[in-house]
């Protein structure tokens, strides 16, 4: 019980670092492309309480952790402010700090992907891990009790976590990174952008309602396409 209570805590606060990561990397490239909002409002910080959103960081993440019998979460952190007029290229100067977050979570997969395979443990222990990383009562007898398979295991956390937030921020629909993107490569109305930041939570919605098929199998091919560098 102790083993499942520990691997649910590292897992929570994986979440929670991954997307303060992402947060200040959006800040960071706004400094860099001209804009220091970020930077005078304090969020280019590590420390946590500078970026915890309420329900954003805490309450949507334990709600969906008892929901899903500890076995999922979603979160995020609060939203680091950035002035886009201040930006040298006003062209695609918001569509690079967009991407800076989901690009952070990238490297951050890619990096522990590699990680994960350097780890002396038998690949068909990875596998089994692989398969059982958040559920909790099998996991806890998976793992044979060494350092290198729970290193994996925390491995593996990382990577779906980054995985995750990159390929979810992609998605092209406000208020999503990815509308950066949208709006950089085609020439949208000022007013139209207006309405679709707007009512943007609930064009979301209805897309991840009516296309969750679609969007679990593009998650998952990106997530074997990460998870298989570990084997």
């Not at 220091?36 to 960081?57: C, E, F, Q």
């Not at 990096?111 to 059982?132: E, G, L, R, Y």
């Not at 990815?178 to 209805?206: D, V, Y």
Request: hydrophobic share 60%.
């Amino acid at each position: 019980m102790l083993n499942e209570i520990v691997l649910v805590v590292f897992y929570i606060v994986i979440l929670l670092c991954s997307v303060i990561i992402h947060e200040v990397a959006h800040g960071a490239a706004a400094l860099a492309l001209g804009d220091p909002t970020a930077k005078y409002a304090g969020r280019l910080t590590a420390n946590p309480l500078k970026h915890i959103d309420p329900w954003l960081t805490l309450g949507m993440p334990i709600l969906m952790l008892i929901l899903t019998n500890f076995r999922f979460a979603f979160g995020g952190a609060k939203p680091v402010p950035y002035n886009p007029y201040n930006l040298k290229n006003q062209k695609w100067g918001p569509a690079l700090v967009g991407l800076a977050g989901p690009g952070s979570n990238m490297l951050i997969a890619i990096v522990a992907a590699i990680s994960a395979k350097f780890i002396s443990t038998p690949m068909a222990v990875k596998a089994d891990i692989i398969a059982n990383f958040n559920n909790w009562s099998k996991i806890s007898e998976v793992l044979p009790g060494s350092v290198g398979s729970i290193f994996f295991e925390l491995l593996v956390m990382i990577i779906f976590w980054n995985a995750l937030l990159a390929f979810f921020n992609l998605i092209p629909i406000p208020p999503l990174d990815g509308s950066k993107l949208l709006f950089s490569i085609f020439p949208i109305r000022i007013e139209t952008m207006a309405i679709l930041e707007q009512f943007g939570f609930i064009f979301l919605l209805f897309f991840i309602i009516f296309f969750s098929g679609p969007l679990g199998i593009f998650l998952n091919v990106i997530l074997n396409l990460f998870l298989g560098i570990t084997l």
